[in-house]
C-alpha cells in the first residue's frame, strides 16, 4: 500500500492547548507524523510518495469561503495587533450568540468559528493545514486511477473540522475534502468510515443533508467525552442525507468485544449503502495506553479492524486522524493498514 506523505505538517506546531483547568502540552505533535512513517519503512509497507497539488476549489467544495479566508489571514490579523504566540480563541458561539455574524475582528471571528481551546492557528498552520489536505487528494486521486488502497498521513488531523467551524486539533476536513474530490471524478456513491475513539462531528456537519455520502463512527459517547453535544444516536441525516448519518457512541471503558460489534454494525449499513469506494477516518486513540482515551483497545486488535474493513471489498482511502500515545502509535496504525493488506490478498 503507497503511502501519501509531506514534510510540511511539521510547519504546524501547538504551543499547547486547555484542557482540564491547566495549559498543557499539546498532544497532536510532529513526532506522530515521524514515528508512523518510521514504521511504515521499518515493515516496507509500500513507496511512500509526496502529495501534488491541488486547486482551492477541492477545499472551498466542502468548507465556506469565509473560513477559508479566516484560517489563511488569522494568524496575520493576530499578529498585526502586536500580541505574541499563536491565536485562540477567548470566548465561543455558544449561549444564543449570532453565528451568523461571520465577520469582525480576529477574536470575534476565533469565537465564531473554532470550537475549543486546544487548536492554535501559528504563522504556518495555513501552510500545514493545506498540505495535509493536499495528501489525502491525492490519496483520492490515486485510488480512481486504480490503487486499491492508499494510507494519507495526514497531520495535522480533520475530522472536526465542518463546513464553517475549525477544532479538536483539525482546521480543514481531510475526509471529507477526499470524499468529495471522489464524487467530483464520477464516483456516485462514498462512505466514511470513522474509527477514531472521538466523533467527526466535522464531517457529520458536512455531509448531513445529503444521500450521496454515508457517514458512519465509532466513538465514544458525547455525554462524557469531545467533542461533546454531537454524535448521539438519534442523528440520523435529514432531507436527502435522511439514513446516510450513523452514529455508534459507546460507553466509558469499552473494550474489544464491545467495539468490534460496533464495527461489524458500522459495516453491515456500509453495505446497505452499497457504495463504490471507501473513506476511512484512520484513528488509533482507541488505544488502552492513548493519553486522551476511555477504550481499551490493545495493539493486537488493530490488524483486525483492517481485517474487518477488507470485507468490504472496495478502493479503499485511510486518511489518519487521533493516536496520542506516540511509542506505539507507528505499530498501532500500521497495523491496521498491515492488517488490510493481508485480508485484501486473501480475498483475491
Ligand atoms: C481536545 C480534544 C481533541 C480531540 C482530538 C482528537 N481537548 N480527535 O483526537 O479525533
Ligand atoms: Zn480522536
Given at each position: 500500500m503507497r503511502t501519501i506523505y509531506s514534510d510540511r505538517h511539521r510547519l504546524h506546531v501547538s504551543p499547547g492547548e486547555f484542557g482540564f483547568g491547566a495549559v498543557v502540552p499539546a498532544f497532536e505533535k510532529p513526532e506522530r507524523a515521524d514515528i508512523i512513517l518510521a514504521r511504515i519503512r521499518e515493515v516496507s509497507l509500500g513507496d511512500v510518495l509526496s502529495p501534488d497539488e491541488f486547486p482551492l476549489e477541492c477545499v472551498s467544495a466542502v468548507h465556506a469561503p469565509f473560513l477559508i479566508d479566516f484560517l489563511q489571514g488569522a494568524h496575520a490579523e493576530w499578529s498585526a495587533l502586536n500580541r505574541s504566540g499563536a491565536a485562540y480563541p477567548i470566548?465561543?458561539?455558544?449561549?444564543?450568540?449570532?453565528?451568523d455574524r461571520t465577520g469582525g475582528s480576529v477574536d470575534t471571528k476565533l469565537a465564531r468559528y473554532c470550537i475549543d481551546a486546544a487548536t492554535p492557528i501559528t504563522a504556518t498552520t495555513w501552510q500545514a493545514a493545506l498540505g495535509s489536505a493536499n495528501c489525502a487528494l491525492t490519496a483520492a486521486a490515486r485510488i480512481v486511477k486504480g490503487d486499491p488502497a492508499v494510507f494519507a498521513l495526514c497531520r495535522p488531523p480533520g475530522h472536526h473540522a465542518g463546513i464553517d467551524h475549525y477544532g479538536g486539533y483539525c482546521f480543514l476536513n481531510n475526509a471529507a475534502i477526499a470524499a468529495q474530490y471522489l464524487r467530483d471524478r464520477g464516483i456516485q456513491k462514498v462512505a466514511i468510515v470513522d474509527v477514531d475513539y472521538h466523533h467527526g462531528n466535522g464531517t457529520q456537519h458536512i455531509f448531513y443533508k445529503r444521500g450521496d455520502v454515508f457517514f458512519v463512527s465509532i466513538h465514544a459517547d458525547p455525554d462524557f467525552d469531545y467533542p461533546f453535544l454531537l454524535g448521539y444516536g438519534d442523528e440520523k441525516g435529514a432531507g436527502p442525507g435522511e439514513g446516510a448519518n450513523l452514529n455508534l457512541p459507546l460507553p466509558d471503558g469499552a473494550g474489544w468485544d464491545r467495539w468490534a460489534e460496533a464495527l461489524q454494525e458500522a459495516l453491515a449499513a456500509v453495505r446497505r449503502f452499497a457504495p463504490e469506494a471507501v473513506i476511512v477516518s484512520l484513528g488509533v486513540d482507541t488505544y488502552r495506553n492513548d493519553p486522551i482515551c476511555r477504550f481499551k483497545l490493545d495493539t493486537e486488535h488493530y490488524p483486525r479492524i483492517g481485517e474487518q474493513l477488507a470485507t468490504l471489498g472496495l478502493p479503499t482511502v485511510f486518511v489518519m486522524e487521533g493516536g496520542y500515545a506516540v511509542a506505539e502509535l507507528g505499530v498501532n496504525v500500521v497495523n491496521v493498514l498491515q492488517g488490510f493488506e493481508a485480508a485484501a490478498r486473501t480475498r483475491q
Open positions: 470566548t465561543w458561539a455558544g449561549g444564543g450568540l449570532r453565528r
